[in-house]
């Protein structure tokens, strides 16, 4: 464990910044308990002062700094570290936005010209930022249009875990009936969970969460409201949130997610359908919103149908149909992302697709069946939500036949993706059942029951990750893992519920808010030599480029200064250009896919020309001819290329600073 920690000293640092808030909050809340009141009351407020202060400094959680760490230079992170395992976010998602600015034919292009060389989609499959109506489902991009780069990156970040915070606290305050240090608890166990923060920047996860939940705060307030004009002002909320949930486009995670959204929404249309009265002025404004949230959506599909087509006619991912099952264990497997900011290794895979919520099962389920069975509360929430965790559980457990899977529309999404919903059904079962307990369990009851699920827990993680699960890290895990159980069971108690709050929130700044870094501004990849060299190259005149014997994510380096790049990540397949190659269409099904590209230039290809070398990294081996095909003027290379030279053919040498840069010049 002391090897970790000395291992790990911009985790410390990080670790003291948390710490150092914490103790301030905890202070204030004990001496000056009337601020929390006016914190509380303008929450909003102060969340948009710090979301502007963070656009003001530049503030974001990027892993750009990663670049550095390939092509020398400052990382630029003032606390914590950038994480390499995140590579679509700091070398795919991240390059492919700050490509739109530069982009040759102009700033923010729905279709891009620089992204894979050729018309790509920018909006549809990695959600950028474009000049176009459809931004009113993309909220948390616009910062890029109106701010810059390095403004919009803060917006982004800080935007996201801002009003997710507020949003699931809103949400909790729903489910708890206002009882504030438990929606405070739940919001905490969302925001700074880990599969929140190692997924954090792409497949719009965060705008899931948000959007998701806001629907049904929204619909909770239109219900109850009786004032005409707000009501217009809810229903226009709903439908922004719905698009933007929509246009998320990963089903992966929405999919499973929407069954959370529906059973809440159902929850709320139960509670409030007595009171809420629909006049016939209510009918015409639910259906002019809806009339024009279809036509919008229509509009953006339309625009994008034809890259619709071309991701679900994929091999990968497109051609996917899961029938769910194998994955029961990761019920238990919660408490072992409570180090995954430490310490990586030694997991059977990485840790992003090991992280899970902290969501505390079974307790939530056991006080579930408390509130059932001991006080006889047949409370609806509690019903509906027992219902879909015992739906989505048999999926991830046992799957299902592969028509019900369909009929579900669980088929587009692995059991191993559906845990974000369990959790978060988790999480709100525990609160939920919590609020409704009139008393805390014993002490005797609740140490049984903690040691009772904490053994049951760290037997299975080491049974199955015994690699990671080494003594020392089992006993740290165990020990948070049985004091946080201990106090959510004996949260009705005062003593109970302040240590439970500020345990909690301690340790989940450990488990998620150490993830990503804190970082300021973007100037330290554009001032890398490497990446001036490109823009300077590119700038005299503009060509199409290709990255050479170089793997990802340098293939994606030129973009971010518009140079118009072949080979950049292939979001969706280019089949007519690699038809060009391809004329029998043999490697169809290697091309035609989601793919990192890599390519080789050869005198004469022996090879196959496109060879699979992972489900989303393919090669793709040239000859001279194929350059001349293919428009190719500039490449980024490791290696010598003059070698290549021939009276037909020059390659130029443009610039050599990490990488070489030719120009490729044809007789």
Not at 129 to 153: C, D, E, S, T
Not at 602 to 629: A, S
Request: charged content about 20%; proline content about 3%; some cysteine.
């Amino acid at each position: 464990m002391k090897e970790l920690l000395i291992n790990n000293i911009e985790i410390i640092k990080y670790g003291i910044f948390y710490g150092i808030i914490i103790l301030t909050f905890s202070l204030i809340y004990f001496l000056k308990k009337d601020w929390f009141e006016k914190i509380y009351k303008h929450r909003y407020k102060v969340g948009i002062i710090i979301l502007l202060i963070s656009v003001l400094l530049e503030i974001s959680g990027s892993s750009i700094g990663c670049w550095n760490q390939i092509l020398g230079g400052e990382d630029g992170v003032i606390l914590g570290k950038s994480r390499s395992i995140r590579g679509d976010e700091w070398g795919t998602f991240t390059p492919m936005t700050f490509s739109q600015k530069y982009n040759k034919t102009g700033e923010f292009k729905y279709f891009s010209d620089t992204i894979r060389a050729d018309k790509t989609d920018t909006f549809i499959v990695y959600g950028q930022p474009v000049w176009n109506i459809a931004m009113i489902y993309r909220f948390f991009q616009i910062g890029f249009l109106l701010f810059g780069l390095g403004k919009g990156l803060a917006f982004f970040w800080a935007g996201r875990y801002i009003f997710l915070f507020l949003v699931s606290f809103d949400m909790l305050q729903i489910i708890t009936k206002n009882k504030r240090g438990l929606s405070f608890i739940g919001a905490i166990l969302i925001t700074f969970s880990p599969i929140i923060n190692w997924w954090f920047a792409i497949n719009g996860l965060a705008e899931m969460l948000i959007f998701g939940q806001l629907s049904v705060i929204l619909l909770d307030k239109y219900m109850k409201e009786k004032s005409y004009k707000k009501r217009w002002i809810y229903l226009t909320g709903i439908a922004i949130s719905a698009g933007t949930y929509l246009l998320t486009f990963y089903p992966a995670w929405q999919v499973p997610l929407i069954y959370v959204v529906l059973a809440l929404a159902l929850w709320r249309i139960i509670e409030n359908w007595k009171e809420c009265k629909i006049e016939k002025k209510d009918v015409i404004s639910i259906i002019t919103v809806l009339v024009l949230f279809i036509i919008s959506i229509v509009y953006i599909f339309s625009k994008s149908l034809d890259t619709v087509k071309a991701v679900l006619g994929t091999a990968y991912p497109g051609a996917r149909c899961e029938t769910g099952g194998g994955m029961g264990h990761r019920f238990f497997s919660y408490p072992m992302g409570l180090l995954f900011g430490i310490k990586e290794s030694g997991l059977s895979s990485n840790v992003c697709e090991e992280s899970l919520y902290y969501d505390f099962f079974p307790i939530g389920l056991i006080l579930t069946a408390i509130v059932f069975f001991k006080y006889k509360i047949k409370d609806k929430l509690l019903i509906i939500l027992t219902v879909i965790i015992a739906f989505l559980g048999a999926w991830c457990t046992y799957g299902f036949p592969e028509i019900i899977a369909k009929i579900t529309l669980l088929s587009n999404s692995q059991a191993s993706r559906t845990f974000i919903a369990t959790g978060i059904i988790n999480i709100f079962m525990l609160i939920r059942a919590i609020s409704l307990l009139k008393e805390p369990r014993k002490v005797w009851v609740s140490v049984l029951i903690s040691l009772a699920v904490t053994m049951i827990t760290i037997y299975i993680q080491r049974k199955i990750y015994p690699n990671y699960m080494t003594n020392k890290i089992t006993l740290v895990i165990a020990s948070l893992t049985l004091i946080m159980t201990y106090l959510i069971l004996r949260y009705q108690t005062k003593l109970g519920r302040i240590l439970s709050i500020i345990t909690i929130t301690t340790v989940m700044c450990i488990a998620g808010g150490i993830v990503n870094p804190i970082r300021r501004g973007v100037t330290s990849l554009y001032n890398l030599p490497i990446v001036q060299e490109i823009k300077k190259v590119n700038d005299q005149e503009e060509g199409k480029w290709i990255v050479e014997e170089i793997g990802y994510p340098v293939i994606n380096l030129p973009m971010i200064v518009g140079a118009s790049t072949i080979n950049t990540t292939n979001v969706y397949p280019d089949l007519e250009r690699w038809y060009k190659l391809d004329e029998n269409r043999q490697y169809e099904d290697i091309y035609n896919r989601y793919a990192h590209i890599t390519t080789s230039i050869h005198k004469d290809v022996n090879e196959d020309k496109f060879e699979l070398l992972n489900p989303d990294v393919i090669k793709v081996n040239l000859t001279i001819e194929d350059l001349k095909n293919l428009e190719v003027k500039y490449i980024l290379t490791s290696r010598d290329l003059e070698q290549l030279n021939t009276d037909q053919v020059k390659f130029e040498l443009k610039a050599n600073n990490v990488f070489k840069i030719y120009e490729i010049k044809f007789e």
